[in-house]
T-cell receptor
Framework: AQKVTQAQTEISVVEKEDVTLDCVYE???????LFWYKQPPSGELVFLIR??????QNEISGRYSWNFQKSTSSFNFTITASQVVDSAVYFC????????????FGAGTRLFVKA | EAQVTQNPRYLITVTGKKLTVTCSQN?????MSWYRQDPGLGLRQIYY???????DKGDVPEGYKVSRKEKRNFPLILESPSPNQTSLYFC?????????????FGPGTRLTVT
């Protein structure tokens, strides 16, 4: 069975702190895709990053970075020097061939960044 | 502008009264999907479609129906809504039918069933 676990329900940090959001996934497939989405207080869902299972390179985009480790089935997301605008719910998601390319989302991590 | 649209955005209805939430995308995407978002549960997939006339159940399909007669539209039908279907619903689309690309989400439909 496929599963995505985001163990951190809520995280609160002060502006300029670094913060890491954890994502652990389970799948039996060798080919799969991992995603992070952001849901700001306004409610829309915004795509952040996509990774396929054959590409373990870490990625950096401005203050955002992602660490993909197949050995630990983790795809963690770090925000460096957090800002108030980073306050949102962040979702990790998994898609694979098992069950016909369903998409499984984690429960989400709510990040509060205080000024 | 590339987008996914949903209507209505807000809906209050009574138990048992059939309703349809429409979803349309203008990006010629093959994959479309419906999710419900409930506190503490994240997004759960209701149904998805890998192409026209091809639909399949997600993790929580009970009480819902869908159809994909045209590539751009993917309506969600609640034949007999019940209070446990009160939720925030999102429609999404993606470039290919395999779910291997990011999804673009509609603005959401907040449904209350009394």
């Amino acid at each position: 069975a496929q599963k995505v676990t985001q163990a951190q329900t809520e995280i609160s940090v002060v502006e300029k702190e670094d913060v890491t959001l954890d994502c652990v996934y389970e799948t039996r497939d060798t080919t799969y895709y991992l995603f992070w989405y952001k849901q700001p207080p306004s409610g829309e869902l915004v795509f952040l990053i996509r990774r396929n299972s054959f590409d373990e390179q870490n990625e950096i985009s401005g203050r955002y970075s992602w660490n993909f480790q197949k050995s630990t089935s983790s795809f963690n997301f770090t925000i460096t020097a957090s800002q108030v605008v980073d306050s949102a719910v962040y979702f990790c998601a998994l898609s694979s061939y098992t069950g016909g390319f369903k998409t499984i989302f984690g429960a989400g991590t709510r990040l509060f960044v205080k000024a | 502008e590339a987008q996914v649209t949903q209507n209505p955005r807000y809906l209050i209805t009574v138990t048992g009264k059939k309703l349809t939430v429409t979803c349309s995308q203008n990006m010629n995407h093959e994959y479309m999907s419906w999710y419900r978002q409930d506190p503490g549960l994240g997004l759960r997939q209701i149904y998805y479609s890998m192409n026209v006339e091809v639909t399949d159940k997600g993790d929580v399909p009970e009480g819902y129906k869908v159809s994909r007669k045209e590539k751009r539209n993917f309506p969600l039908i609640l034949e007999s809504p019940s209070p446990n279907q009160t939720s925030l619903y999102f429609c999404a689309s993606s470039r290919t039918g395999q779910g291997d690309y990011e999804q673009y989400f509609g603005p959401g439909t907040r449904l209350t069933v009394t």
